[in-house]
């Protein structure tokens, strides 16, 4: 649930861009990695026979076919990873429930203090502790060995490790605030802890989007301030028509952890910033770059932190309205057993993620279609205000280094939290055919 909530949270509210893509190490160029500058195919340039099916089709084929097999199998592993992490999860809470670990954290924790608000602080790293340790395996696999196999890892283990200790740490504090609060309301709201628990979670992911920039990403990465009017210009130039206050670039160094690429604008009023990815810095053309700046200001200019975070209430009002139902359902049957006194008792933590990984896996279709529906929207913007159809088409085809390019649409449809890359290619290509249109070109 926590991994299925950040995603939400990044993907809805910090605009993570949707031109990550991956970039080989130098040196250390895999023999499917995808040429850096990628030049406009024959079927793809200005004509007064221009096809947008045909450009479509000519931009794909310049893929080199065991690129794109190295990129499925990635992807569709991916679909897999969805399931396995589920069924890990829930695992590993019916066995802090039945074990009767939990009920035993929470004795622990109570011969600590009885003060409950620390109480429950005390819990929490117990908990974090255990579930890390017990899901240790797993991340190893998925977030360290299966990205170096596809090339889009840069970190070796150690640093590696060091960045999950410290992930740990930020779980063990934003989180403890969350679940002393979250607990705080269920112990003396009996009847609508469920609708102020939304509320509370909502207010304190706002905070949370508020304050990353500042405090959580530099425990990171490192954040600087681009000085090189040649890159910054015409970034700042399409801030300024599009109506964006933004005075500065960002650079952060994302290459520290990964060869994709990505950027986003975030904040607002004086807080307002844009960012860029040393990767997309580096890698990108300038068409690309240009067309993934309008994207991301497609975000900004179409509020869709706003947007998200609506949304993102609406999700958390079920899934605690969820939450109330399965709690009560299970602790009448099973809370003796898994020495449960209520639900204000800490104790009751893993079968809250129990429930909620139950809620997140059968609502991401639908969270994967609200991210996608907002991203298509920031196409469509992003191509509009930078009129680069060809530099979009170029990030898509990077992009393609790790999402399958041509999916079928229920696959679409279930899986994916952007547009596919055939068809924001198309979307790309069917706005250079109108434009050639509109503005006599090729004729
Ligand atoms: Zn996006």
């Not at 069917?430 to 434009?435: G, H, I, P």
Request: hydrophobic share 50%.
């Amino acid at each position: 649930m926590q991994r299925a909530l950040a995603a939400l949270a990044f993907s809805t509210v910090l605009f993570t861009t949707g031109f990550c893509l991956a970039q080989p190490t130098p040196g250390a160029l895999p023999a499917t990695a995808m040429p850096s500058v990628i030049t406009v195919p024959a079927g793809a340039q200005a004509s007064d026979h221009f096809d947008p099916q045909v450009a479509t089709d000519a931009y794909l084929a310049t893929m080199p076919a065991d690129a794109r097999a190295r990129s499925d199998a990635y992807f569709v592993g991916g679909y897999w990873m969805i399931l396995w992490d589920f069924v890990y999860g829930v695992i590993v809470a019916l066995l802090l429930l039945n074990l009767r670990w939990s009920a035993r954290m929470r004795n622990l924790a109570e011969r600590v203090t009885r003060f409950k608000p620390i109480h429950t602080l005390v819990y929490w790293a117990e908990y974090l502790v255990l579930t890390t340790i017990l899901s240790f395996p797993l991340s190893v696999y998925e977030d360290y060995l299966r990205e170096h196999k596809y090339g889009l890892a840069t970190q070796t283990f150690g640093p590696w490790l060091g960045d999950q200790g410290k992930l740990l740490l930020v779980n063990m504090v934003m989180g403890g605030l969350l679940a002393m609060l979250l607990f705080g309301v269920v112990r003396r709201l009996q009847k609508t802890w469920w609708i102020w628990g939304a509320i509370v979670t909502e207010l304190f992911l706002i905070l949370a989007v508020l304050i990353s920039p500042v405090y959580l990403q530099p425990i990171f990465n490192k954040i600087t301030r681009l000085d090189d009017p040649k890159v910054t210009g015409p970034i700042l130039t399409l801030a300024r028509a599009n109506g964006i206050p933004a005075k500065d670039v960002y650079e952060i160094d994302a290459s520290r952890q990964t060869t994709r690429m990505s950027a986003n604008v975030s904040g607002f009023a004086n807080t307002m910033r844009i960012t860029i990815n040393d990767n997309l810095l580096r890698r990108g053309s300038p068409e690309e770059i240009e067309a993934v700046m309008g994207h991301e200001m497609g975000h900004y200019v179409l509020n869709h932190a706003y947007v998200g975070m609506g949304f993102f209430f609406i999700v958390a009002v079920a899934g605690f309205g969820f939450l109330r139902w399965s709690l009560g359902w299970a602790l009448e049957r099973w809370g003796e057993k898994w020495q449960i006194r209520d639900i204000g008792d800490t104790a009751v933590v893993p079968l809250v993620f129990l429930a909620g990984a139950m809620f997140f896996f059968v609502m991401t279709p639908v969270l994967n279609t609200f991210i996608r529906t907002q991203e298509h929207e920031a196409d469509m913007y992003g191509l509009n205000a930078s009129r680069q159809p060809d530099g979009m088409a170029q990030a898509a085809i990077h992009l393609g280094e790790y999402r399958k390019m041509s999916p079928g649409p229920l696959e679409e449809w279930l899986f994916y939290d952007h547009p596919s890359g055939r068809n924001r290619i198309y979307d790309a290509m069917r706005w250079k055919a109108e434009n050639l249109r509109v503005t006599g070109a090729g004729q």
